[in-house]
DNA sequence: GCTTCCAATGGGAGCGCTCCCACCTCCCTT
DNA sequence: AAGGGAGGTGGGAGCGCTCCCATTGGAAGC
């Protein structure tokens, strides 16, 4: 980059290629979107001016002619930017990275966690600055749900808010998986199986207490009041400590994700209570922590990245006119030591 | 968003408030931005159209007027893209978003471990496609150095490429870090320090272990030679258990991250060995697993946060037409359970 | 009372691309 | 031999905004 005032030597325009090539706009245009109705000759010829020049077509002239940006935005709600520091995201952006990729569509991301960030988001949404939106972590009431709802694009959201159903979205069987982790632990003969929840404010801490009830239920056994967590490892081990105190009887916990069994691991290991031999701990999300936690947690896996990938790939058809069907991604139980 | 043939009712234009509002387009654009020259009635009777109107000034169109895109893209090299998944980035993309936001600008992410994600990134630098680029993770001889190099746009790089100092950069102190670290150990009395390297092809593994060498240099000891992981857990393991085995009377290690000292711990209990009493362990990073971790890791804390923001600060600078110089952030010693 | 100046204003020319359409040439039908 | 197509081509009109510039009118200065 030259930081010099430099002579105003911009970059070379469809017209110069055309120009060059011998041809008119119209042909070199075709060339570039490789489109029909344009003879050999001439196509060798803009192939080759193009090369000489280096030209790269402008992306903002054709979104602006097309009406079309080529670029989807993640959109990341919450109310603190930190939540981003969650490496679920990470991975939630890696699976829709990839899939945006192949349609060739750029990813625009916005942390919208700041009443900046969300009038940001607006003005993206009614502005027409991306093709689509991905919406993630929206919380009970949160002002952008309605935002998505009357912006004239397409929006597919990650995680069903709470309380609504909307149009496009993906989710993660939540209810199901933590289900089933409540009746694995069940079927290992644990009997007061205390639970963790996670922020109730989220769907996603609503459907796994609710999966955890549902189990419980089902064996004919009293679920525990929801204990509630935000998602982070410290609440985790405060919330066990409390559960230890209420409950010292306890042989088992359910913990809505595995930052906050992590977090329950620490108090039970300060409690002296050893794991699985006392308690057997079971977590959700299978992220890294869960492998590297000690003893190893038995976990409900998600496919996170898999999550992003439908996700974009929903957009992508919104984006080609068709009408795709909301989509479950399903979990599995992860068994290793700690349960 | 409705999905049916909709009657092609657009989002309404400049014109169409100017025309409301009994004014030009010249007076409403100002209003807009606002530039002086516009008498108070006129720049009500624009609010008052923009209002009524619902109107958004379409970006795509403003940013090929003034040739600005008013976003700035985080790439992200690698040779795969699940480089990403590590929490690091979500860090740094938390600081750079706010720094970005401050200066109204949108973040692009380009996950460029692929040949197409590549491909685009060398289009999107070469064809404008933003108005500045922020590089990280570039590896050896990254064929995306050259085309920084040569595109006619503001490049930052999150940490330097390996062998050359780029024009502007940010990065952390890596070889203090790794230094204090290992002087740290060598202070408790520890002689026998061995160290897990990172990829010795990133700068990020060499600096660290030049900090490692100069510290038992500087201590009178022989620095051990560099046994490479790959910053991932399992590396980490498995490089403890070979250092184990042709060293077993080793009293300390420093791991160059967080991750591989997780490992590292992993090998050694299962080694029957105790941390800290029998070997020490320090990291580096400071990301949650060092808190997580069975002993919590001592380890160098970095501030990535603060990376990202001054990425995204420098950047700004340059578009300001700036000329910032480049940036080493401090680390420091985080003393916890491990060493 | 007549310059002088400047805030206020609107017209118009782009920014670099796409796309509709008119036009022209061949070539294949009947 | 005349009438269609259909492929190939270029001109021109936008896309929605910014910004330069010419124009105006009134306030200030003499």
């Known amino acids: 980059m030259v930081m010099a005032d430099d002579p105003p030597r911009r970059q070379p325009t469809l017209e110069a290629v055309a120009e060059l090539a ?17 003879s050999q000759g001439k196509r060798d010829a803009v ?22 940006t080529g670029a ?58 991306a093709d689509g939106v991905m919406l993630m972590a929206l919380r009970e009431n949160d002002p952008l ?11 597919v959201f990650g995680g069903r808010p709470v309380g609504s159903a909307p149009r496009w979205y993906v989710d993660v069987d939540n209810t199901g998986g933590a289900r089933e982790a409540t009746e694995y632990l069940l079927s290992r003969g644990r009997t007061r199986v205390a639970v963790i929840c996670g922020r109730l404010d989220t769907e996603v801490g609503r459907a796994r ?13 009293e679920p525990f009041p929801p204990h509630e967590g935000d998602f982070t490892e410290p609440s985790g081990a405060a919330v066990m400590a409390a559960l230890l105190l209420q409950h010292p ?42 492998r590297i936690a000690d003893p190893p947690l038995t976990t409900v896996h998600q496919p996170i ?17 068709e009408d795709p069907t909301p989509l479950i991604l399903p979990t599995r139980l992860v068994t290793r030591t700690s349960a």
């Open 22 to 38: 011998g041809v008119s706009r119209s042909v070199a245009s075709r060339v570039l979107n490789n489109a029909p109705h344009v």
């Open 209 to 221: 207490y609710r999966g955890y009830q549902d189990a419980m239920l089902a064996a004919g056994l």
């Open 249 to 290: 009887d306890l042989d088992a916990v359910f913990a809505a994700n595995d930052n906050m069994a992590a977090g329950a691991l620490r108090t039970l290991r300060e409690a002296g209570r050893s794991v699985p031999a006392d308690v057997a701990v079971v977590g959700f999300d299978d992220l890294a922590v869960a």
């Open 305 to 321: 990245p898999a999550l992003g990938r439908e996700m974009a790939r929903m957009l992508v058809a919104l984006l080609n006119g």
């Open 47 to 68: 192939e080759r001016a193009v090369r000489e020049l280096g030209y790269v077509p402008n992306p903002t002239a054709r979104a602006l002619a097309t009406r079309q």
């Open 145 to 155: 749900a309605r935002t998505a709802e009357e912006a004239e694009m397409p929006v």
């Open 72 to 129: 989807a935005a993640l959109v990341v709600s919450g109310e603190d930017p930190s939540i981003f520091a969650d490496p679920f995201f990470a991975q939630v952006i890696v699976g829709a990275s990839a899939a945006l990729e192949e349609a060739d569509l750029h990813l625009m991301l916005c942390l919208a966690a700041t009443d900046r960030g969300r009038k940001r988001v607006e003005e993206l949404l009614r502005g027409k600055g």
